[in-house]
T-cell receptor
Framework: RKEVEQDPGPFNVPEGATVAFNCTYS??????FFWYRQDCRKEPKLLMSVYSSGNEDGRFTAQLNRASQYISLLIRDSKLSDSATYLCVVNIPKDSSYKLIFGSGTRLLVRP | EPEVTQTPSHQVTQMGQEVILRCVPI?????FYWYRQILGQKVEFLVSFYNNEISEKSEIFDDQFSVERPDGSNFTLKIRSTKLEDSAMYFC?????????????FGPGTRLTVT
C-alpha cells in the first residue's frame, strides 16, 4: 500500500465551482499533515497545514480524519489561478527525525 | 518574505562527473533538507540535516551523495559520480524547528540533466 495515496485526476472544473480532493495515508503514526500546491516544473508551495479540528483559509478548507487516515481539501469558488497539482503531504516520524512523504498529486484544471 | 534560494537553476553534466548543488536556506531556519523529483514522478525525500550532521537519509541517498554546510549560509548537495538516473529536479527545503508540526519551505529547485 502506498504511504500517501491520491486520485491523480485531472479534475476539470469551470470557474466558480467547488472541488474536493481526498487523500489517504498508511502510517497511523503520522503526526502532521499538509497540502502543498505545485505548478508545472516549479517547487512545491505550502498551501496549508491540516489540523484535527479542521481549518479554513479563505476559499480553502482542510479536514483530517485520523481514525480513517484520511485528509481532504475543499476549494470553493475556483479561480483560473487555482489550476495546479495539489500534493497531499504527511510526516513519517522515525526516532526523532522528521521527513515529508508526498503523494503523487491531484491535478486541477479550472476552465473559463 | 524570506525564501530559500538555489543555484544553479539548471545544470547539465556528463555521466560520471561530480556536481554540487547549492542552497541558501531561510536565515533563521536550523533544519535543512534535500528532495528530488524525477520528471512525471512524485517528490522524494533524500536527506535531512541539523547541527552539521545528517539526521536521516533515504535509501536513495547512497555513498554517491553527500551534504555539507560549508559556511553560515550555504547548504550543498554533492553527487560524486553522476548517473543517467540522477537526472531530476532537486529541491532544497528548510524549516524553523525539527518537528512534524512545522512547515518546510522549498527553494525553486535545480534541474539536473545527466547526459
Amino acid at each position: 500500500r502506498k504511504e500517501v495515496e491520491q486520485d491523480p485526476g485531472p479534475f476539470n472544473v469551470p470557474e466558480g465551482a467547488t472541488v474536493a480532493f481526498n487523500c489517504t495515508y498508511s502510517n497511523s503514526a503520522s503526526q502532521s499533515f499538509f497540502w502543498y500546491r505545485q505548478d508545472c516544473r516549479k517547487e512545491p508551495k505550502l498551501l496549508m497545514s491540516v489540523y484535527s479540528s479542521g481549518n479554513e483559509d479563505g476559499r480553502f478548507t482542510a479536514q483530517l480524519n485520523r481514525a480513517s487516515q484520511y485528509i481532504s481539501l475543499l476549494i470553493r469558488d475556483s479561480k483560473l489561478s487555482d489550476s495546479a497539482t495539489y500534493l497531499c503531504v504527511v510526516n513519517i516520524p522515525k526516532d526523532s527525525s522528521y521527513k515529508l512523504i508526498f503523494g503523487s498529486g491531484t491535478r486541477l484544471l479550472v476552465r473559463p | 518574505e524570506p525564501e530559500v534560494t538555489q543555484t544553479p537553476s539548471h545544470q547539465v553534466t556528463q555521466m560520471g562527473q561530480e556536481v554540487i548543488l547549492r542552497c541558501v536556506p531561510i536565515s533563521n531556519h536550523l533544519y535543512f533538507y534535500w528532495y528530488r523529483q524525477i520528471l512525471g514522478q512524485k517528490v522524494e525525500f533524500l536527506v535531512s540535516f541539523y547541527n552539521n550532521e545528517i539526521s536521516e537519509k533515504s535509501e536513495i541517498f547512497d555513498d554517491q551523495f553527500s551534504v555539507e554546510r560549508p559556511d553560515g549560509s550555504n547548504f550543498t548537495l554533492k553527487i560524486r559520480s553522476t548517473k543517467l538516473e540522477d537526472s531530476a529536479m532537486y529541491f532544497c527545503a528548510s524549516s524553523e524547528v525539527y518537528s512534524g508540526s512545522y512547515e518546510q519551505y522549498f527553494g525553486p529547485g535545480t534541474r539536473l540533466t545527466v547526459t
